[in-house]
T-cell receptor, first 111, second 112 residues
């Protein structure tokens, strides 16, 4: 059974700092990994999708890496801004296309 | 097409009543997913569809929950005889196979 863990559960950093969010998964037989952002009381916004054959994806100040064999992914946020404050969720999809989520990291950027 | 749409956005119901939620996916997407999310937790998988076929239903779902996608387009999630423990955000997502999933804004259910 696939399990996804995100560390840390919560993080507060001053504006302008670079930061890394971590995601690990127990079954390395995944097809892709996706990072989402969720604002309080809202739905999920897709940030980055990494296919299993890829090592990383970049979008603006965001960079996600994937080490499939070790069951790990990181989301790197450069030059953090107060608007980046949100919950960040990692999700993996296997051969059955079922998407399994971690519990998320609550990020607070201090102005 | 502007994305995944869910209706209603909010629902308050009395314990014991039945409720039904609707999800309209992105039109060309053949996969449709339902999740439940409680405060401080990640989304929990409930069920998913490939076109009109329901592929799997989570053991989290009691017999009071049923989902349909009758024509392979929109989907409904019904909860019968609601309980206070059913209070949560219900999220719908759609995708093509093994591609990026897109979520709606969710339906927040409060059972009083």
């Amino acid at each position: 059974k696939q399990e996804v863990t995100q560390i840390p559960a919560a993080l507060s950093v001053p504006e302008g700092e670079n930061l890394v969010l971590n995601c690990s998964f127990t079954d390395s037989a995944i097809y892709n990994l996706q990072w989402f952002r969720q604002d309080p009381g809202k739905g999920l916004t897709s940030l980055l999708l990494i296919q299993s054959s890829q090592r990383e994806q970049t979008s603006g100040r965001l960079n996600a890496s994937l080490d499939k064999s070790s069951g790990r992914s990181t989301l790197y946020i450069a030059a953090s801004q107060p608007g980046d404050s949100a919950t960040y969720l990692c999700a993996v999809s296997g051969g059955d296309d079922k998407i399994i989520f971690g519990k998320g990291t609550r990020l607070h950027i201090l102005p | 097409d502007t994305g995944v749409s869910q209706d209603p956005r909010h629902k308050i119901t009395k314990r014991g009543q039945n409720v039904t939620f609707r999800c309209d996916p992105i039109s060309e997407h053949n996969r449709l997913y339902w999740y439940r999310q409680t405060l401080g937790q990640g989304p929990e998988f409930l069920t998913y569809f490939q076109n009109e076929a329901q592929l799997e239903k989570s053991r989290l779902l009691s017999d009071r929950f049923s989902a349909e996608r009758p024509k392979g387009s929109f989907s409904t999630l019904e909860i019968q005889r609601t309980e206070q423990g059913d209070s949560a955000m219900y999220l719908c997502a759609s995708s093509q196979e093994q591609s990026e999933a897109f979520f709606g804004q969710g339906t927040r259910l409060t059972v009083v």
